[in-house]
Structure formats: structure tokens, C-alpha cells
């Protein structure tokens, strides 16, 4: 399996496809949710994540604290959907020209936030100026059992932790200006990165994992893409957040679909061996719900089922 195929569609990653064929050589492993450098038993786990003002969050709707939390969670994200643990944080931080003193120290405050939380320590960064805020967070980890997009298998079993939809929620009520539900902001402004969950999954011998940031719809893409496989969801299984029901009425968008394209929840979508089944209380070990809702199938794309229909829906697409 070469990148090209690897990967779902879209503009960002078109780019990707590009960028890959110009290293060749000088680059492997391109693709996943993180890069693996082997040492001794297991694998050191690494990866970067960007938060620009005006592209990923407006500061008018977040505080610098929230920032920095929330630039960070999104990071470690990619951590826990290889299955590794968290170790070190290092953030290259731009600030504005003109900006508040304390600005920087509070994002900072933030990102200490969401490394202690899933102990994990800063180690460094870098200090910059330029036009807008910005935080690029490039995380270390380790795994015993890397688990890459790549495993699934016909016959595997669809699961996904925690509940879809609270962060699309939380945006659309932020962009519209009015009163904010309190669940919606923090899944929006808190994301939790699920660290203990991916350890865990892994260990139950998950076969693929990756973190919904572009939303189940579109992620779901790229693992049936990496894994040469077909992906039949159940949209009737599907966890919602508490938030999704009152946004889906004001855009008028059945709830489960609107839940199925909502990006940045930062759960676990993981394809589990056949008739796999927690033999102990997953919440109790990671902190979090776990439900089955799909399958894999020999094929190519994915199928969102509403009962025997299918619902032609995509996650977030990059310009």
C-alpha cells in the first residue's frame, strides 16, 4: 500500500500525496496519525499539530488558557489513536504584535494543563512574534503495541468511545453568537485527549485507531483507506452528546447525521478482532464509554446506514 492510496480525499491531502513524493527517500511512515521511531522494546511515538487564530478558534471565544489546553489536547490526540502513552510537549508559540503581557503565560498555563492531565511534562518550545496567534505542539509518547489505520480486516468490529457531535455543537452556537449550551462549550473549548483509552484498546488488541478530528463521516475514509477495506456504520448506534439534539433542530439536521459529520471530538473510532468483547468495565480503566457500531467488510469506502438506507454524508473536508 503506497500513500496515494492510504489516504481518504481533499485538498489537504492532495497535498500531503505531493509533499511525500518530494522527500522520497528522506522521509517514511507518512500518513498515520503519528511517526515511530524504534527503541529497544516498543516504539518512541511523535507528532505535531498546528492551532492558527482565525483558522482552528477565534479568541473572542475561548480564553488564553482554553487556547493552550485546546491546542495541546489536540495533539496528544494523535498519541492516543497509536496507542501510546504521553510523555513530553514541546510548543513553538507565536504571539501577535501588541498583544496583552500575560497572553502567552496564560497559554502556557494551558498547555501545562493538558500535559499534566495526561502525565506528560513541557519540556520546551520556542517564542515568536507574527501576525496572529498561533501554537504549534509536537508531542512525544511511547507504545508497547503501535496500532496503526492500516490493520483492519473483513470481519473486524467498529467501535468508538465516548459520544459524537458535542464540538460541532459547541461551534455552531459559538459562530452564532447567542447563548452558548454549557456541555457544548466545554466539549468544544476542553476536548479530552483519550490517552488511557488508545493504551488500553491497544492492548485488547485493537487491529486500526484513529482520533475523529475531521469528524466519523470523513476519518472513517481514511481508515477504510489505509486498511484496503469497507466500513458499514450503523448511524441508529451511534453515542450522541447531550448538545447535539437543540443544534441539529436549529440547523435542521436529523441528529445523527449531524453528530456523524461533527469534527474535533477527539474520540477513538477502532476496529476490534471479531466477536471481541470487553470482558471488564471499559469506563473503569479508561475513564470513558466505548460502543460497537459497524463492521468491516471486504471492499472500499464506507456506508452510513439510517436502517436499510444509506446516507451519502462526509466529515470536514480541508480547502
Known amino acids: ?10 485538498g489537504e491531502f492532495d497535498r500531503i500525496r505531493a509533499m511525500a513524493l518530494a522527500l522520497g527517500p528522506a522521509a517514511s511512515g507518512l ?3 503519528a511517526g515511530l521511531i524504534p ?19 477565534q479568541s473572542t471565544w475561548l480564553t488564553p488558557r482554553e487556547i493552550g489546553w485546546r491546542a495541546t489536547a489536540a495533539a496528544l490526540s494523535d498519541l492516543a489513536a497509536m496507542g501510546a502513552s504521553a510523555t ?21 498555563r494551558g498547555v501545562g494543563d493538558a500535559a499534566v492531565a495526561v502525565g506528560a511534562t513541557v519540556l520546551g518550545g520556542d517564542l515568536s512574534g ?28 467498529l467501535w468508538v468511545t465516548g459520544a459524537l457531535g458535542g464540538s460541532r455543537a459547541g461551534l455552531l452556537a459559538l459562530q452564532g453568537g447567542g447563548d452558548v449550551p454549557a456541555g457544548a462549550r466545554v466539549a468544544f473549548a476542553h476536548p479530552v485527549p483519550r490517552i488511557p483509552a488508545g493504551v488500553w484498546l491497544a492492548a485488547q488488541g485493537a487491529t486500526a485507531m484513529l482520533d475523529l478530528s475531521d469528524g466519523l463521516a470523513g476519518d472513517a475514509e481514511h481508515l477504510a483507506a ?23 433542530g436549529v440547523v435542521g439536521q436529523p441528529f445523527r447525521e449531524f453528530a456523524a459529520v461533527g469534527g474535533e471530538d477527539y474520540e477513538l473510532l477502532v476496529a476490534m478482532p471479531a466477536g471481541w468483547r470487553p470482558t471488564e468495565d471499559p469506563e473503569a ?12 467488510e471486504a471492499g472500499a469506502g464506507v456506508r452510513l446506514m439510517q436502517g436499510d438506507e444509506v446516507r451519502a454524508l462526509s466529515g470536514f473536508r480541508h480547502p
Not at 527503541?39 to 478558534?57: A, M, N, Q, W, Y
Not at 477495506?229 to 437543540?246: F, K, M, Y
Open 1 to 10: 500500500m503506497t500513500l496515494a492510496t492510504a489516504l481518504g480525499g481533499g
Open 130 to 157: 507574527g501576525p496572529v496567534l498561533s501554537l504549534a505542539v509536537t508531542v512525544f509518547g511511547a507504545a508497547r503495541r503501535p496500532v496503526w489505520r492500516r490493520g483492519a480486516a473483513p470481519g473486524d468490529e
Open 226 to 248: 489505509a486498511s484496503d477495506v469497507a466500513l458499514v456504520i450503523d448511524l441508529e448506534t451511534l453515542p450522541i452528546h447531550p448538545s447535539v439534539h437543540r443544534m441539529a
Open 31 to 33: 500518513g498515520d496519525d
Open 88 to 108: 513530553g510537549v514541546v510548543v513553538a508559540l507565536t504571539i501577535p504584535t501588541g498583544a496583552a503581557d500575560d497572553l502567552g503565560v496564560e497559554c502556557m
Open 39 to 57: 527503541r529497544g522494546e516498543g516504539e518512541l511515538v511523535v507528532s505535531t499539530d498546528i492551532s492558527v487564530e482565525g483558522v482552528h478558534f
Open 285 to 296: 480503566w479508561t475513564g470513558i464509554g466505548l460502543t460497537r457500531i459497524g463492521r468491516v
